[in-house]
């Protein structure tokens, strides 16, 4: 245990040090006028800009609505996900015939479809909720449809043989099968969320962190790009480290469940 | 024998048993005594596997009846449990909850499971272990959760195919050791499917053997007459076990020959 706790600690101390020599890189860099300040910007200014933002509020309205977003998309999605995929696992026919027509609809490349949804759902929240939604819905439907139809043969006639009934037995080995391949994409689906979201806001919206960084843009301020960037970055490392928690929590049943600090989020 | 006239735990009537184009059993007419603790042996590959499934109802004869105590079984045996060859406790519930699954699903009350499946826990020499979750077990625990389990639910018809042919030699002989101390005095009918003669003899009241596949028929029914209680790890020092080990031996020797020459 101690030799562990001794790896996790030195890699830690690793992790951190490529990131103070980056920083200082870049910031030498555009000190010596290696890199362009107006290009690159400055770390300095960078978390300047970051504390001003916390320092006067004026961040918190765009965190919380690209947050907010996320969620909601990640909600919507997932919920229609394991919806559609238990209905399609069961029901062999119906998932032969939908088949193609679900292909297709994937192959779909989401930013195509954020300016009809803009069009369709205004500039608010509800048009990045649909962009979201599109992306976590088959990423969660895959999953659940895979859980439910590669549920243990043996495990489910041994729940029929101890009298389950069908409720019983979506209860107590379906619905627990599917989540646990549901979990294993929990990341990827949270994660593919927030791009989604951030992208909307990125192509319209009128609050948001991509609403930040496009306004920035704008007017050429890379300090307010990468800062805008920043502040993404730390909210999906508070996201990421609350989805390892959960993960941890809901899945102690499975062996050898990766370490937070094995997996890249 | 003493034999009792009751009605046996298990008929089968003309069973036959098609797979598409493969016969795994073909016309099998058998009775299992009710309260006895039999086996069914054979080379592998010969159906015993199947014939166990139709009795517990997962598998549907193609032709022919399964009576389940004197009534043609339709659906699943309402009056069996099942222990399977490979795992099938679930991996997601502890081992208190997968032992308390059959009483859940009776919906009996929180306490009342509570009590029974810490008593099983007890039963199969697991305390301690309650809250512990299968993938933290051994093999041989495993086994002893899927014993709890099957027997919580205090069935008339105990089935077991080949539960314990993964474990190695020692764990099994305590394995068979503890399914002998549960059945002993339970008045339950096993049936019991091994390949393994020895193993089926130290268990049985009486040993069939089926034919080596495919259209595998019933070679012969063999009495076991060795007293009980038996204590197994000095039964197979016994002349009178060695005397029917080569009997039934010189049976199943030839059919595991011919099972050869098919493949």
Sequence with gaps: MNGSNRKRASILVWQLMLAVAFLLAWEWGSRTNVLDRFFFSRPSEVAQRVSQWIVTGSIWRHVLTTFTEAALSFTLGAFGGVLFGFVLARASDLAAVLEPHIRIANSVPRVVLAPIFLLWFGLGIWSKVALGVTVVFFVVFFNAYRGVREADRVIIDNVRMLGASERQLIRHVLIPSALSWIFSSLHVSIGLAIIAVVVGEYLGASSGIGYLIAQAEGVFDTTGVFAGMSVLAIGVLVVGGVVNRLERRLLRWKPGQLDSSEKFT | ?263
């Design chain 2, 1 to 263: 024998m003493a034999d009792t006239p009751t009605q046996p735990a298990v008929t089968l009537k003309r069973v036959t048993r098609r797979f598409s184009t493969y016969t795994a059993v073909e016309d099998i007419t058998l009775d299992f005594p009710a309260g006895k603790f039999i086996s069914v042996v054979g080379p592998s590959g010969c159906g015993k596997s199947t014939v166990l499934s139709m009795i517990a109802g997962l598998l549907a004869p193609t032709s022919g009846v399964v009576e389940i105590f004197g009534e043609p079984l339709k659906g699943l045996n309402q009056r069996a449990s099942y222990m399977f060859q490979q795992d099938a406790l679930l991996p997601w519930k502890t081992v208190l909850e997968n032992i308390e699954l059959g009483l859940v699903i009776r919906g009996k009350s929180k306490f009342d499971m509570l009590i029974e499946a810490s008593e099983w826990i007890e039963r199969v020499g697991l305390k301690g272990f309650a809250d512990h979750f299968p993938y933290q077990l051994s093999g041989g625990m495993r086994k002893r959760v899927a014993m709890a389990q099957c027997w919580i639910v205090q069935p008339d018809l105990f089935l077991m195919d080949e539960p314990f042919s993964a474990l190695d030699v020692h764990t099994r002989l305590r394995m068979e050791s503890e399914i002998l101390r549960l059945w002993t005095g339970s008045e339950k009918t096993v049936i019991f499917v091994t390949h393994d003669l020895e193993e089926a003899i130290s268990l049985s009241d009486e040993v069939f053997l089926l034919s080596s596949g495919p259209a595998s028929r019933v070679v012969g029914r063999y009495p076991i007459d060795l007293s009980r209680p038996r204590t197994l790890i000095d039964l197979k020092t016994e002349p009178r076990f060695h005397e029917l080990f080569r009997n039934i031996w010189s049976d199943l020797r030839q059919e595991v020959l011919s099972s050869y020459e098919r493949i």
